[in-house]
């Protein structure tokens, strides 16, 4: 497939009368959307300074002036830069300063968001959906390699980065997704991901945008709101990332469920089981794929492809092992399923065959150089394969515990707690081992009815969950705290560690069992050893 460019993508629509963006009870037809950011554009090129940085911060929810500015930026040659209305303070302007805005257009709600802070002389100006016009549209010329974009990374594991987005990065998977889906004039694509990040562009409006389907535009996320909107906008697509198919799953169901105009959706980082429950309730394929900001790797999923797996990967993806970067051998498990050579089998997704649509991070060259060494890109990703060259996700090098000398993955850790009934969301992430290394902490969302003996006896019986990668501490939490875009904080968790507020269980002798972490150090040990019960869990107060 040639790689187009979003600008050819918007030239196509110019003339198309049809819906191309619906917003609550408002609807712009796609001509009056291109020619609004045609305008726009125009004013853009006046506004911005010659000899600087063409960047224009927006700090805004997923309102019909986001798509009709990204739009005028394609059109003037500008950069868009995707702010998140999450940030606070200091950490939002460091931001914008990092990338370099001329100005930012702010939703009149976010600008108290702007007000006192130290952006360096940097104009805030409202945000507002430009008028439609019939001036002739005269957009700058553009390539695929020519940049339209910063989108910043989540900012699980610290400041987050400004990830360069081309033309063609966002563009190819749009046209890409359109044709592999057969989505077209008669679809309406629900976008309900902050535009600010890269799956609700590139996952979302790129494919309503390259099919020439209609756009529907959720201001922010809602699991309540998600079907009455499928069904009000009959969307026949929809992307996600991490949770908001769980959270849609959890809303009480009723017995007309299925009846909705939903074929597809698409995303990465979903719950299996939530998948599948959603499929099942709403009468659609759900299809999780594996993705990154960053961009780099790609993934092949067909209809053979065991549950939990990312599927097989592109001619050019390896898994090197991150000391001696060689690939792995495949993965070799016992008669319980369980992975018995993760020191060899589990390794960083690298494509060796370089960038992909990586373009680098804004004004971080020490990043780049992190992400691209001996002309390969690596993820950072963990992961371990099959014999029969299936992948499965086991984490991010950050998120590697080692426990008694032996490396472990978070994520088929998780993948085993939230098999419990009880558990509807759980975290893994490393603690300090008073010795040496690490030990493993959990943190568990559950349904109220989860209890410690019952907790320990369901571990017990997991056949591929090995002993070292049993949780050390269990923390009882209300919610994991998360990112915008639905990416746990678990540096945020480490960081409390198993002394935190809440209810916390730990281990109790060698035995899976648990027992409140207060009972434990108040002298309980060799009671829960033995073989006594172990009670509910009680209140930490340390």
């Given at each position: 497939?040639?790689?187009?460019t979003?600008?050819?993508?918007?030239l196509?629509?110019?003339?198309?009368?049809?819906?191309?963006?619906?917003f609550?009870d408002?609807?712009?037809?796609?001509?009056e959307h291109?020619r609004?950011?045609?305008?726009?554009?125009?004013a853009?090129?006046?506004?911005l300074?010659?000899?600087?940085?063409?960047?224009?911060?927006?700090?805004?929810?997923?309102v019909?002036?986001f798509?009709?500015?990204?739009?005028?930026?394609a059109f003037?040659?500008a950069?868009?830069?995707?702010?998140n209305?999450?940030r606070?303070?200091?950490?939002?302007?460091?931001?914008?300063?990092?990338?370099?805005?001329?100005?930012?257009?702010?939703?009149?709600k976010?600008?108290?968001?702007?007000?006192?802070?130290d952006?360096?002389?940097?104009e805030?100006?409202?945000?507002?959906?430009?008028p439609?016009?019939?001036d002739?549209i005269?957009?700058?010329?553009?390539?695929?390699?020519d940049?339209?974009?910063?989108?910043?990374?989540s900012?699980?594991?610290?400041?987050?980065?400004?990830?360069?987005?081309t033309?063609?990065?966002?563009a190819?998977?749009g046209a890409?997704?359109a044709?592999?889906?057969?989505?077209?004039?008669?679809?309406?694509?629900?976008?309900?991901?902050?535009l600010f990040h890269s799956?609700?562009?590139?996952?979302?409006?790129?494919?309503?945008?390259?099919?020439g389907?209609?756009?529907?535009?959720?201001?922010r996320?809602?699991a309540?709101?998600?079907?009455?909107?499928?069904?009000?906008?009959?969307?026949t697509?929809?992307s996600?990332?991490?949770?908001?198919?769980?959270?849609?799953?959890?809303?009480?169901?009723?017995p007309d469920?299925?009846?909705?105009?939903?074929r597809?959706?698409?995303?990465?980082e979903?719950?299996?089981?939530?998948l599948?429950?959603?499929e099942?309730?709403f009468?659609?394929?759900?299809?999780?794929?594996?993705?990154?900001?960053?961009?780099?790797?790609g993934?092949?999923?067909?209809?053979?492809?065991?549950?939990?797996?990312?599927?097989?990967?592109?001619?050019?993806?390896a898994i090197?092992?991150?000391?001696?970067g060689?690939?792995?051998?495949p993965?070799?498990f016992?008669?319980?399923?369980?992975?018995?050579?993760a020191e060899?089998?589990?390794?960083e997704l690298?494509?060796?065959?370089g960038?992909?649509?990586?373009?680098?991070?804004?004004?971080d060259?020490?990043?780049?150089?992190?992400r691209?060494?001996?002309?390969?890109?690596?993820?950072?990703?963990?992961?371990?394969a099959?014999a029969?060259?299936?992948?499965?996700?086991?984490g991010r090098?950050?998120?590697?515990?080692?426990?008694?000398g032996?490396?472990?993955?978070t994520?088929?850790?998780e993948?085993?707690?939230?098999?419990?009934?009880?558990?509807?969301?759980a975290a893994?992430?490393a603690?300090?081992?008073p010795?040496?290394?690490?030990?493993?902490m959990?943190?568990v969302?559950?349904?109220?009815?989860?209890?410690?003996d019952?907790?320990?006896?369901?571990l017990?019986?997991?056949?591929?969950l090995?002993?070292?990668?049993?949780p050390?501490y269990?923390?009882?939490?209300?919610?994991?705290?998360r990112t915008?875009t639905?990416k746990v904080?678990?540096?945020?968790?480490?960081?409390?560690g198993?002394?935190?507020?809440?209810?916390?269980?730990e281990?109790?002798?060698?035995?899976?069992?648990?027992l409140p972490?207060n009972?434990l150090r108040n002298?309980?040990?060799q009671?829960?050893?033995?073989g006594?019960?172990?009670?509910?869990?009680v209140?930490?107060?340390?």
């Amino acid at each position: 497939m040639a790689v187009p460019t979003v600008t050819e993508l918007l030239l196509a629509r110019a003339g198309d009368d049809r819906p191309g963006l619906l917003f609550e009870d408002e609807t712009y037809t796609w001509a009056e959307h291109v020619r609004a950011s045609a305008c726009q554009a125009t004013a853009l090129r006046t506004a911005l300074r010659p000899g600087e940085p063409p960047h224009v911060g927006v700090l805004a929810d997923n309102v019909p002036a986001f798509s009709i500015l990204l739009g005028a930026c394609a059109f003037a040659g500008a950069v868009l830069v995707g702010l998140n209305p999450t940030r606070r303070g200091a950490a939002l302007a460091r931001d914008i300063r990092l990338a370099d805005c001329q100005f930012v257009f702010a939703e009149e709600k976010y600008r108290p968001l702007l007000a006192g802070l130290d952006l360096g002389g940097i104009e805030v100006r409202d945000l507002a959906a430009h008028p439609a016009a019939d001036d002739p549209i005269e957009p700058v010329p553009a390539t695929a390699e020519d940049l339209l974009m910063l989108i910043f990374t989540s900012g699980t594991s610290g400041d987050p980065k400004a990830v360069r987005c081309t033309h063609g990065k966002i563009a190819f998977p749009g046209a890409m997704l359109a044709e592999r889906f057969r989505l077209s004039t008669a679809d309406t694509v629900y976008v309900s991901m902050p535009l600010f990040h890269s799956n609700a562009v590139m996952a979302g409006w790129a494919v309503g945008l390259a099919a020439g389907a209609g756009i529907a535009l959720r201001r922010r996320f809602s699991a309540s709101g998600f079907l009455p909107d499928v069904r009000k906008f009959e969307a026949t697509y929809a992307s996600y990332v991490g949770k908001p198919l769980s959270y849609v799953v959890a809303t009480p169901a009723r017995p007309d469920d299925a009846d909705n105009p939903l074929r597809l959706v698409y995303g990465n980082e979903g719950a299996g089981a939530d998948l599948a429950a959603f499929e099942k309730r709403f009468g659609c394929k759900v299809i999780d794929a594996f993705g990154s900001t960053e961009g780099g790797v790609g993934f092949a999923r067909t209809d053979d492809t065991p549950p939990g797996s990312l599927g097989r990967p592109a001619e050019d993806v390896a898994i090197l092992h991150p000391h001696t970067g060689r690939p792995c051998p495949p993965a070799e498990f016992d008669s319980g399923g369980r992975l018995t050579n993760a020191e060899e089998a589990v390794g960083e997704l690298v494509n060796t065959a370089g960038a992909g649509w990586f373009a680098g991070y804004y004004r971080d060259p020490a990043a780049d150089a992190d992400r691209l060494r001996d002309g390969r890109f690596h993820t950072g990703d963990l992961a371990y394969a099959d014999a029969a060259g299936f992948c499965y996700f086991a984490g991010r090098l950050g998120d590697w515990l080692r426990v008694d000398g032996e490396n472990l993955g978070t994520a088929p850790i998780e993948r085993i707690l939230l098999r419990h009934p009880a558990i509807t969301d759980a975290a893994v992430y490393a603690v300090p081992d008073p010795v040496t290394g690490d030990q493993v902490m959990a943190a568990v969302v559950t349904d109220g009815t989860l209890d410690a003996d019952g907790f320990g006896r369901f571990l017990a019986a997991q056949p591929d969950l090995g002993p070292k990668q049993v949780p050390r501490y269990v923390r009882s939490v209300q919610e994991l705290p998360r990112t915008s875009t639905f990416k746990v904080l678990k540096r945020r968790l480490s960081a409390e560690g198993p002394h935190c507020p809440g209810d916390v269980w730990e281990r109790a002798g060698k035995d899976i069992a648990y027992l409140p972490s207060n009972a434990l150090r108040n002298g309980s040990r060799q009671a829960a050893s033995s073989g006594s019960n172990a009670p509910k869990s009680v209140p930490n107060s340390q």
